[in-house]
């Protein structure tokens, strides 16, 4: 715990113990991966000392077992109307904050652009959004990094969210821009990514293609890659067809365009102590967000995700 709540009401051992009793020892549900130095007998034997230890209680209903669940973001209609004024036409959605370290010297921006769940998704979007990611990587860099050298970090992937949801991430961390100037150059990128993939041939994007495929498909060298890969159900398919670049370049402009009525962005900020004057500017404004119950307010107004599987 931390802030004024933990100052006024510390948490103490005694009562960090009850509740690791009650989670250990109440009404629980378990799922266990047994893989590697085991075999089926031992499992077995592992699951029992479990059951006769901890499942001593009536185990929980699947209707009654905790689940994550994805949060919509908002459109820019969407947003225009939760806010009742109207919020920045790029990203319907800022979170902004001030580093705890008053020695942190750089500043930091997330960009994430929500694409669909799982389910909707499929095999083929689930492939698609791998390939976008992996030719987006290099490009990021070589822009942001190289020619801007906005700052050492610099990165653009796709990212599978709990609960069902998907995004692509942008990432910089720069000591001598601030966050509104690095979010403008993030986006002024993906127009630039845009056109660079319109501008990639069909013979280019199957190397890229073929490339995914055998990173995806290499065979784990550690044992945990491997217990990382079931449990987490690495995407391993991509779309055999040859002339993909048209559901690429859709997906693209779908869910990374300003254009776009379905893009869904949320940026995240954060500010050094000697940008905090910047940070306080924008505090009350539409579309930002400064504190917990900001936060807590927005995502009493969103919907959810399913959580069905893509293969579903």
Known sequence: MEGPDADAEPLTLEECAAVAEACLFGRSKANALSIGNINENESRQVAEVIERHFLKRRPLLEDETPRFRSLILPTKQEADRIFGLEVNAKVPLIYEAVAHSESEENNSVEIMLQTASNLELGYEGLAIQELISSIAYNSAFNQLRTKEQLGYIVSAFAKQLSGGGNAFCVVVQSSSTLPPAIEESCFAWVEQFRRELEEM?????????????????????????????????????????????????????????????????????????KSKHAFEKNLGKAGYLSSYDDARRIKQQLSTFPTAPYWQ
């Open 201 to 273: 041939t069909e013979e280019r994007l199957l190397m890229e293609t073929n490339a995914v495929r055998a990173s995806l498909l290499e065979k784990d060298i550690k044992l945990s890659e491997e217990i990382s890969g079931v449990w987490n159900e690495i995407l391993s398919t991509i779309p055999h067809s040859h002339h993909f670049k048209d559901p690429v370049f859709d997906r693209l402009e779908r869910y990374f365009m300003p254009s776009s009525p379905d893009r869904r962005a949320v940026s995240s900020r954060v500010y050094n102590h």
